[in-house]
């Protein structure tokens, strides 16, 4: 596995699902962080124009670049595994929207929430449900980042997280407001004034992209990311990504083993064909890529996000789908011992969507579920 850097070398933009229209939509809002598919889609394009040329490209000419990044209408050997927010050397994982933030005082803290039976009447399919017994003024957990030092200690002793960063502690929006130019005279043309809210970095603050052996990016020095294609400069390092240690790993493994229960979050987006439950799923059975076959418990999924974009193939939009968004947690039991092999192997990560697997759609991690001993 290799870890690429990327760093924007000024201003930087990503155009989220809305359409917009010249002299029509005069607003265009930034999103952040891109989907995986924009970095995906960029560090394609930078690797082809490296090392051969669209044109060869598009005729499959040059069998190298063929051979990772593929054609136009098939995707090659090349996969991105994940695509994270870092502040210098230090990783920020999402906060897992299965934690309740809470105002207290002038600072927020986060606390888990705790998988309960409620064996009341209700309409739900199952009896589990995430409860919290605080009563304090909550916030969204949503687009909330931990360091993953802290991350990982939450949730190994299922406890409190006091460090939250929110966005504005690693980017900055800067508005730019222009007048749209009439190429052929040069003149501005009128009623076509527009702003743009674009994100500068702040600090040592950076996208880092893992992915799967293959492609060697050490002659690719820069890709142009997002909209207006602005620059940014990528180095590369051979670095994998690994959540848990040995030791952490066979606690859970314990914990797991134990409980039959493990808990499931999303790191990066997932596309689901059935809005906020995957394809794979027969009543509460959902079967892995990987095989294993485990009970829908609960979850945690944060309110959906659509992806969209452009398909410069076909020049046309592709069809918007919704997603779940990064953060989302799905608790899950393994009924037969036989799966539980391969549950232990997605520990470090599985990619868990219907679509996009290649372009580090539906990246999840595993933990271990802390089961409360109280019914609702």
Known sequence: MTKLVLTPADTFFFKNHHATQAG?????????PPRPNTIYGALRAAYIYAYSSFDEFARGADERVKLWMGTPDER?????????????????????????VVEEGDSLKAYPLQLAKDRKPSSAST????ASSRREKTKSSQHRYVSLSEWKKALLLNQPIASLRTLSSFIVQEEKVGIQLDVSRRTAQEGFLYRVGKHRFLGDSSLVA?????????????????????P???????????????DEKRRIEQDIQRTKMAKIIFLSPA??????RPAAMEGDRWTWPNGAVVTWLAAAIGRPELYGGWDIVRHRPKPRKWMIPAGSVIYVKIERDDDLRLVFSA???????????????????LASVHESEEEL
């Open 76 to 100: 090659g050997a090349f996969r991105l595994h994940y695509c994270a927010l870092a502040d210098g050397d230090s990783l920020f994982l999402p906060l897992p929207l299965d934690y309740q």
């Open 347 to 365: 520990l470090d990560g599985i990619h868990l969507t219907d679509e996009g697997a290649e372009e580090g759609f539906g990246f999840a991690v």
């Open 127 to 130: 009896m589990w449900r995430l």
């Open 232 to 246: 940014w400069f990528i180095r590369q390092h051979p670095e994998e990504f690994r959540l848990w240690n040995d």
């Open 271 to 276: 596309i689901f064909a059935n809005g906020s």
């Open 210 to 230: 893992y992915i799967d052996d293959g492609p060697d990016f050490s002659n690719v020095k820069w890709a142009r990311i997002g909209g207006e294609n602005r």
């Open 24 to 32: 029509e939509t005069t607003v265009m809002e930034s999103m952040f």
